[in-house]
């Protein structure tokens, strides 16, 4: 089940105001950020990149300064504070010390890759290594953890949820992976030339349909689910979803031609031109839009 913070952090991550004005991300969508939106501070000023050694380069492209929403706020994806204030930001930075020790404490969870960490964590952490972490300063630290570009990216791929021993304890809720997808779609905005917005826009309908197939839920079910008061981003969810409509409305017309054809699934990738693998991952879809309940998608 989703706590009720939760739910009520992810009615508020896509709000009406433009873009351009939000300074940080609103409620990282789980429950460190939750812990961490609540009751920790926001991020000082420059607090801006992520210590090198717990993942080499900022694999979600851009200047950390260019994330957040605000030039002079700190950017979302802020694992480290600055050396010194007002320094160049090519200048090396000292990564957050508490963020350092749980790289060294749980290298495969706050390393290289990073993993959704289970609801309850914080409280975990505490409760694990009461002499190591102050808790005001775990929780700040969590927070801009939660709020990094690259823990949003393996939330928004739909990664499960793990525990301090690196073992999967549950799926990742539809709307979290939803707004994780949102939030990355707002930051690059900020950085994207005008140009270059329809691509970006394309790019993250085709994830959000992804992510929709991937959910289980009827696509009327997930609209109601993520509805927000943002009529731009409820419209990307609406291409979303159309774009889910017209795929299943091919294969299910792929699959009337296959059947009626009378050949093999080998023949009729050779009839029309397409590879053995595609023509069975329709098929199988189709079988499956055709199964399921009225409006329904499951994942292929």
């Keep these: 089940m989703t706590d009720t913070n939760e739910i009520a952090a992810s009615s508020t991550a896509t709000p009406a105001a433009p873009e351009a004005t939000q300074a940080t991300p609103v409620a990282a969508p789980d429950a460190i950020a939750e812990q961490a939106s609540t009751d920790a501070p926001s991020a000082a000023p420059g607090q801006a990149r992520k210590p090198r050694r717990r993942g080499g380069k900022n694999r979600g492209g851009g200047k950390a ?35 350092e020790k749980l ?41 801009l953890h939660a709020r990094s570009t690259r823990y949003l990216e393996s939330v928004a ?41 329809a691509d970006l826009r394309a790019q993250t309908v085709t994830r959000i349909a992804r992510a929709i197939d991937a959910s289980g839920l009827a696509r009327e079910d997930y609209a109601v689910l993520v509805r927000s008061r943002d009529a731009g981003i409820n419209a990307i969810v609406d291409e979303a979803l159309a774009t889910l409509a017209g795929q299943d409305a091919k ?15 080998q023949e009729f990738a050779d009839m029309y031109g397409m590879t053995h693998s595609e023509v069975a ?6 079988r499956q839009v055709k199964a399921s309940p009225p409006h329904a998608t499951q994942a292929a």
């Design 157 to 197: 791929a739909g990664h499960p949820r793990h525990d301090l021993e690196g073992q999967v304890v549950e799926p990742m809720a539809p709307e979290h992976v939803h707004h994780a997808i949102l939030e990355l779609h707002r930051r690059r905005q900020m950085r994207t030339p005008e140009e270059g917005r």
């Design 103 to 143: 790289f060294e404490l749980y290298p495969g969870l706050f390393g290289a890759r990073f993993l959704p960490l289970k609801r309850g964590v914080y409280e975990e952490l505490v409760t694990r290594h009461p002499d190591a972490f102050k808790p005001e300063d775990l929780k700040l630290a969590m927070g």
């Design 65 to 99: 300064g260019a994330q957040g929403g605000n030039q002079g706020a700190a950017a979302p994806d802020a694992n480290a504070a600055p050396t010194k204030a007002g320094k160049d930001q090519g200048k090396a930075r000292t990564p957050h010390p508490v963020l």
């Design 251 to 265: 294969a299910e017309a792929l699959l009337r031609a296959f059947e009626a054809s009378g050949k093999s699934e």
């Design 281 to 286: 991952r329709t098929l199988k879809r189709a």
